[in-house]
C-alpha cells in the first residue's frame, strides 16, 4: 500500500527532545512538593500536554499550576533545549523518504506548542521539509491522545486520514492517530515498550529510523513524488 501523506510526530521522532524536556519537568515539580524519578515523569507525562494534567499535578504538588508556572517552565525547557537538543538518528532519511514517497506530503504533527516544534525542526535542519506544514495540538480544540492535530494536517494536505501514514512513538501519540483513521508506524528503539504500542494500535514497529526510510522506500510513490524540496 501506497500513502497520500506522512504526518510525523516530532517529539520522540524527529528530535530526542524528551529525556530533557521531562527532566526540567521533574525538577520544577520537585520544587513545587512533588518529588519523583526521571523514569516516574517520564512514564506519566511523555505524550502528553502538561496542562491536561493540570488536576494531578495540582492534587500531588498542592498548588495551582498558574500561568507564571507555564511560562516559566517554558523558560527553563527552552534553553535546556537550545543548548543540548540533537535529531534522533535516522530522521532525516526518514523523512527525506517519506517526502519522495508522498511527492512532498508530509506534515509534522505535535502535541506540542507550535514555537518549541519550529525550533527544534529548525536546529535538526529539518524545517524545510515542514515549511508551513507544522501543526500543534496547542491550536485544537483537544490535545492527544484525541486525533484533532492529525485530522487537521491530513485536511490541509487533502489527504484522505485513511489514506495517511503517522509516525509516532509513544502509546498517546499512535491512540491519536489511529483515532484520525490512519495508519500508524510506531519508532520504538526499547523493545519492552513495544507491547504498549502495539496494544494502541502501532501497526509496525521500528527499532531505528533508518528502517522507516527503508520501509517507505519499497512502497510504490504517488505517481506526481518528486525528489526535490516544494
Given at each position: 500500500m501506497s500513502f497520500d501523506a506522512v504526518l510525523?510526530?516530532?517529539?520522540?521522532?524527529?528530535?530526542?527532545?524528551?529525556?530533557?524536556?521531562?527532566?526540567?519537568?521533574?525538577?520544577?515539580?520537585?520544587?513545587?512538593?512533588?518529588?519523583?524519578?526521571?523514569?516516574?515523569?517520564?512514564?506519566l507525562f511523555v505524550g502528553k500536554m502538561v496542562r491536561q494534567e493540570r488536576?494531578?499535578?495540582?492534587?500531588?504538588?498542592?498548588?495551582?499550576?498558574?500561568?507564571?508556572?507555564?511560562?516559566?517552565?517554558?523558560?527553563?525547557?527552552?534553553?535546556?533545549?537550545?543548548?543540548?537538543?540533537?535529531?534522533?538518528?535516522?530522521?532525516?532519511?526518514?523523512?527525506a523518504a517519506a517526502h519522495a514517497h508522498a511527492g512532498g506530503r508530509i506534515a509534522c504533527a505535535s502535541g506540542a506548542?507550535?514555537?518549541?516544534?519550529?525550533?527544534?525542526?529548525?536546529m535538526a535542519g529539518l524545517r524545510p521539509y515542514f515549511e508551513?506544514?507544522?501543526?500543534?495540538?496547542?491550536?485544537m480544540p483537544?490535545?492527544?491522545?484525541?486525533?484533532?492535530?492529525?485530522?487537521?494536517a491530513a485536511a490541509h494536505l487533502s489527504a484522505a486520514p485513511a489514506r495517511c501514514l503517522v509516525i509516532e512513538d509513544t502509546p498517546t501519540g499512535v491512540t491519536a492517530g489511529v483515532a484520525a483513521g490512519a495508519e500508524v508506524w510506531a519508532y520504538c528503539p526499547l523493545p519492552e515498550a513495544g507491547a504498549r504500542l502495539r496494544a494502541a494500535g502501532a501497526a509496525r514497529l521500528f527499532g531505528?529510523?533508518?528502517?522507516?526510510?527503508?520501509?517507505l522506500g519499497s512502497l510504490p510513490g504517488r505517481p506526481s513524488a518528486r525528489a526535490g524540496l516544494r
Open positions: 510525523f510526530d516530532c517529539d520522540g521522532v524527529l528530535v530526542d527532545s524528551e529525556p530533557i524536556t521531562q527532566g526540567v519537568l521533574r525538577d520544577m515539580l520537585e520544587e513545587a512538593g512533588w518529588a519523583m524519578t526521571q523514569e516516574e515523569c517520564m512514564r488536576a494531578l499535578i495540582e492534587s500531588r504538588t498542592g498548588q495551582p499550576l498558574t500561568d507564571d508556572w507555564m511560562a516559566a517552565f517554558y523558560q527553563r525547557r527552552n534553553q535546556r533545549l537550545q543548548a543540548e537538543l540533537q535529531a534522533i538518528e535516522g530522521a532525516l532519511a526518514a523523512v506548542d507550535r514555537h518549541k516544534v519550529e525550533f527544534q525542526l529548525d508551513n506544514r507544522v501543526f500543534s495540538g496547542h491550536d483537544r490535545g492527544k491522545p484525541a486525533p484533532d492535530v492529525y485530522l487537521a531505528h529510523m533508518d528502517e522507516v526510510a527503508l520501509a
